[in-house]
T-cell receptor, first 118, second 115 residues
């Protein structure tokens, strides 16, 4: 069974500073994908960034980057130059390549609430 | 613009009543999913469907039912057997190819409460 752990229920960061949101995962599969989503107070889930288990380089998307350490099974999200609009819940999620069952659903962590302070 | 539409945004259920949450997508995705989110928690999988006329139970399927008669539509029924239905329900879709890098696209969710 796969599991995602986000150990920071809440984080504060000053505007314009960088922040790291932690995520560790547990899987016995060799092929898997890791995702980060942002959920504002309105509730929609916004896809931020993806890292594949076989990707040799850390993923980056604008101000978002993923610090992927495969041996430690961690996939931390780094947000650079925080903005007030970054205040939201952030979820780490994983999908294994279930080739047999066809199950392509995501397993989510419990989330981290980020508050950006002016 | 392509996307996922969930309706209604808010829904109230009486004791012993079944209610149906709508999910429609125009992204031409084969796979669709229903998740439940409780306050302060992550999302948990209720049901998923990889193709029309086929669906599978997720981790918390008891008290729920689904149908997939059309590619675009994946309605979720919360039955009276679900004793604690108050939650935020999110529908998602994706391309179900064997690569794991396809993100799921989500609707805006339905908030269900007990009257």
């Amino acid at each position: 069974a796969q599991k995602i752990t986000q150990t920071q229920p809440g984080m504060f960061v000053q505007e314009k500073e960088a922040v790291t949101l932690d995520c560790t995962y547990d899987t016995s599969d060799q092929s898997y994908g890791l995702f980060w989503y942002k959920q504002p107070s309105s509730g929609e889930m916004i896809f931020l960034i993806y890292q594949g288990s076989y990707d040799e380089q850390n993923a980056t998307e604008g101000r978002y980057s993923l610090n992927f350490q495969k041996a430690r099974k961690s996939a931390n999200l780094v947000i650079s130059a925080s903005q007030l609009g970054d205040s939201a819940m952030y979820f780490c999620a994983m999908r294994e390549a279930f080739a047999d069952t066809g199950r392509r659903a995501l397993t989510f962590g419990s989330g981290t609430r980020l508050q950006v302070q002016p | 613009d392509g996307g996922i539409t969930q309706s209604p945004k808010y829904l109230f259920r009486k004791e012993g009543q079944n209610v149906t949450l709508s999910c429609e997508q125009n992204l031409n995705h084969d796979a669709m999913y229903w998740y439940r989110q409780d306050p302060g928690q992550g999302l948990r999988l209720i049901y998923y469907s990889q193709i029309v006329n086929d669906f599978q139970k997720g981790d918390i399927a008891e008290g729920y039912s689904v149908s997939r008669e059309k590619k675009e539509s994946f309605p979720l029924t919360v039955t009276s057997a679900q004793k604690n239905p108050t939650a935020f329900y999110l529908c998602a879709s994706s391309n179900p190819d064997r690569a794991s890098n396809q993100p799921q696209h989500f609707g805006d969710g339905t908030r269900l409460s007990i009257l």
